[in-house]
């Protein structure tokens, strides 16, 4: 298993309340922990709360595809791609949480819900469990389920 966390936190502790993105939390799906949030709209916010996806150049898997660029709603950078020389871990070797655990850890670290609820977003393992990423919080990200996809197929063909 990987030691150590698979990046930092550029903005220093990305739990203060200020907002990473520069937004206010009344127009990011990420409220920041203390900012004052209407339930009621978050429930009815954007149906398509999608970061933006772009790519980044330099990262690609084994089939040239680019990496995807979206952002880190918990640091306001873009998630890290993975380092050189990954490998497989055997099926037995790779340990999992269930999203619930994560959402448990979000709230208590005093977090708001994201617009539109948690059901319109997945965890994502920065890097996967299957090449040894961890279940650290830090290792982990909420994106909506096209966000997740993109990560999906990339790395497929990693």
């Given at each position: 298993?990987?030691?150590?966390?698979?990046?930092?936190?550029?903005?220093?502790?990305?739990l203060?309340?200020?907002?990473?993105?520069?937004?206010?939390?009344?127009?990011?799906?990420?409220?920041l922990?203390?900012?004052?949030?209407?339930?009621?709209?978050?429930?009815?916010?954007?149906?398509?709360?999608?970061?933006d996806?772009?790519?980044?150049?330099?990262?690609?898997?084994?089939?040239?595809?680019?990496?995807?660029n979206?952002?880190?709603p918990?640091?306001?950078?873009?998630?890290?791609?993975?380092?050189?020389?990954?490998?497989?871990?055997n099926?037995?070797?790779?340990?999992?949480?269930d999203?619930?655990?994560?959402?448990?850890?979000?709230k208590?670290?005093?977090?708001?819900?994201?617009?539109?609820?948690?059901?319109?977003?997945?965890v994502h393992h920065?890097?996967?469990?299957?090449y040894?990423?961890?279940?650290?919080?830090?290792?982990?990200?909420?994106?909506?389920r096209?966000?997740?996809?993109?990560?999906?197929?990339?790395w497929?063909?990693?």
């Amino acid at each position: 298993m990987q030691t150590g966390q698979p990046y930092v936190f550029t903005r220093g502790d990305p739990l203060n309340a200020t907002d990473p993105l520069g937004l206010d939390g009344t127009d990011s799906p990420w409220p920041l922990p203390g900012a004052e949030t209407d339930d009621a709209a978050l429930a009815g916010g954007d149906e398509s709360v999608d970061g933006d996806i772009s790519t980044v150049p330099e990262v690609r898997n084994s089939a040239g595809e680019l990496y995807p660029n979206v952002t880190n709603p918990v640091t306001g950078t873009p998630i890290p791609p993975p380092p050189e020389g990954l490998k497989a871990l055997n099926v037995e070797d790779r340990e999992s949480r269930d999203r619930s655990a994560y959402i448990k850890e979000w709230k208590a670290r005093g977090y708001a819900t994201p617009r539109g609820g948690w059901d319109k977003y997945q965890v994502h393992h920065i890097i996967p469990i299957k090449y040894g990423g961890t279940n650290d919080f830090e290792n982990e990200v909420p994106l909506t389920r096209s966000e997740h996809l993109k990560f999906t197929k990339w790395w497929e063909k990693y």
